[in-house]
């Protein structure tokens, strides 16, 4: 049965309309041998035969319940304990859009708020949107932000070459219009990077850890980035930050990261979350929705979104951001997996990623052919030098079950033969010394 | 709803108060009016020069943001720091503690294009019966 509404008559009428007298009229333009092609289709399959083949294609991947993963470089795999899944599956949020009537979207409202309330917390600032649409946009908005703080006056942005370079992708494409030059990314040390810091810097983005995994030492950054009159902006890996000092207790003005280690699952790599939060007085010029707490007229508390006159439905061209919508369910399952975690639980997850990491580290140390190159201090991910090209050694991997490490060739040419491995708290002792063994065999 | 004598106006309803060679610039009564509660005043900086008719600032209601207009060419030589931490001074009293800035007007020829409070009450008027608002 086709599914197409319209009858012949409805067809002659509209044919009549624009003035041609049959459907091959229409399409004779199009080349003859073009216009009607044979196409070769299996026949039509009943419903459980339909998702017998489909299955057998999903079955195909190297999906995380059936392998082993060290892989992270962004995405990360941590525990999501059951009652996140229970919460935001219950209908009442079913949107994945932000309310505008708080009359009858108090709940998730509320929830929203708890998000910025941790999100804060989390990060040391004093006020965080309701979401991005992943970490690479939150960075990207973090820049315009910068750039339209300091009104638009300076246009240069500097990044470092370790901010996790899809982010850096992504926000030269977001930036293009508005004429901001990226610059930064090509020097090696932090220092080399803060020294470009002038008069004309909007702001310079630094990531902790950084993409090879490493925490740099930050003292000092935000002295430096501030004597130029500049933002200083900090991408976050939020579960580094159960362990580490909060960006916003050592000068950053804006912090921002990808929210999907919180709760969320890897997804194939989407939908994420990106968090996004800043100090007071920036607030005027942050971008995305943004729910406050306040009392109705009866004096009982209740959520709204508030300062709304930033955004597009009310500003229209000059709105902070083309972006004004969130990630409601995925923020939602970040707050419920931190409220459920809590403050105690993030500190013992993020230790168990240190512990197992420096463990895997040390263990890898020792496999013949292999050498960690990372000697900052690291939280879950470090680098090792292989003996082979990393893409071959992770077909080998896979024969053992494994998802190996990220190829960090691909984005920075003297790291050929490099992988950047990531352990989390569900990597088992097991599991690490599993890899150490595959690696040795597969190294000989 | 007040016009105070003595300023100049622009249709765009941002009143201009001339003082030597100096200016003081706000929004008018009807302004503030038509806004309702102001919650953020964004400001120039002091040092930012504009041209007659340029964007200098923004004003946000709890549900509009509207541009405002530099009546006159000139450069910035203060602003009213008080409007950020307390808006409702433009709500509150306009003409006076609601002011935005103070230029220094770099062509006083440029005044003679404004119109006076009784002109401006007029235009009010006209734009009223229009039923433009």
Not at chain 1, 131 to 136: M, N, T
Not at chain 1, 161 to 182: D, F, K, N, S
Not at chain 1, 418 to 441: F, G, P, Q, W
Request: with cysteine.
């Amino acid at each position: 049965m086709p599914y197409i509404p319209h009858s012949d008559a409805d067809r002659a009428a509209m044919l009549k309309a624009i003035g041609v007298s049959s459907l091959e009229d229409l399409f004779r333009d199009v080349p003859a041998q073009a216009r009607y092609p044979e196409i070769n289709l299996p026949d039509p399959m009943s419903e459980p035969e339909l998702l017998d083949y489909i299955g057998a294609f999903g079955q195909a991947n190297a999906d995380l319940n059936h392998f082993i993963c060290f892989l992270g470089a962004g995405a990360y795999r941590h525990f999501i304990p059951s009652v996140v899944d229970h919460i935001v599956s219950r209908s009442e949020f079913y949107t994945a859009y932000t309310p505008y009537q708080p009359e009858i979207s108090q709940g998730t409202l509320q929830a929203i708020f708890e998000y910025q309330s941790m999100i804060c917390a989390l990060t040391g600032m004093e006020v965080a949107n309701a979401s991005h649409y992943d970490g690479a946009t939150a960075v990207a908005e973090a820049i315009v932000m910068a750039y339209n703080v300091q009104r638009k006056k300076r246009n240069k942005v500097i990044m470092s070459p370790y901010v996790h370079p899809e982010y850096r992708a992504t926000a030269r494409t977001y930036v293009q219009g508005l004429g901001l030059e990226i610059v930064g990314d090509d020097r090696q040390d932090l220092d080399a990077i803060l020294n470009l810091v002038d008069e004309q810097t909007a702001c310079v983005v630094t990531q902790t850890p950084n993409f090879l995994g490493e925490i740099e030492d930050f003292r000092g950054v935000g002295d430096r980035v501030h004597a130029k009159g500049a933002l200083w902006v900090v991408v976050a890996d939020p579960i580094s930050l159960g362990l580490f000092k909060a960006p916003g207790d050592y000068g950053a003005d804006i912090v921002v990261g990808e929210g999907q280690p919180l709760g969320n699952p890897l997804n194939f790599g989407g939908p994420y979350l990106g968090f996004f939060a800043t100090r007071e007085r920036f607030v005027h010029k942050m971008a995305g929705r943004l729910v406050g707490e306040t009392v109705d007229a009866e004096g009982r508390r209740g959520f709204v979104l508030t300062l709304s006159a930033r955004e597009q439905h009310i500003r229209r061209e000059r709105a902070t951001s083309n972006i004004c919508s969130n990630e409601a369910l995925n923020a939602l399952a970040a707050a419920v997996y931190l409220a459920a975690v809590g403050k105690c639980g993030l500190r013992r997850i993020a230790e168990l990623c240190y512990h197992k990491a420096h463990y895997a580290a040390k263990a890898l140390s020792k496999v013949r052919g292999y050498s960690v190159v990372t000697t900052k201090p690291f939280f879950k991910e470090f680098v090792i030098r292989c003996p082979m090209p990393v893409g071959e050694l992770n077909d080998e991997l896979l024969e053992w079950g494994i998802v190996g490490g990220y190829d960090l060739g691909r984005d920075y040419p003297d790291l050929a033969n490099h992988m950047l491995l990531c352990v989390t708290e569900r990597n088992s002792r097991a599991e690490i010394d599993y890899l150490a063994k595959a690696l040795r065999e597969v190294a000989k | 709803m007040k016009v105070e004598k003595g300023l100049l106006y622009l249709e765009s309803h941002e009143w201009v108060r001339l003082e030597g060679d100096e200016a003081v610039v706000g929004i008018s009564d009807f302004a503030q009016e038509e806004l309702n509660d102001v919650v953020y005043v964004e400001l120039p900086e002091v040092g930012d020069t504009f041209a007659k008719g340029d964007v200098f600032g923004t004003v946000e209601s709890v549900k509009a943001a509207s541009d405002v207009y530099l009546p006159l060419s000139g450069e910035v030589i203060a602003v009213n720091r008080e409007l950020e931490d307390s808006p409702q001074l433009v709500n509150e009293d306009p003409y006076g503690k609601g002011w935005f800035v103070r230029i220094k007007v770099s062509n006083p020829e440029e005044a003679k294009t404004l119109l006076d409070a009784d002109g401006y009450a007029k235009f009010l008027a006209e734009e009223a019966k229009k039923g433009g608002h």
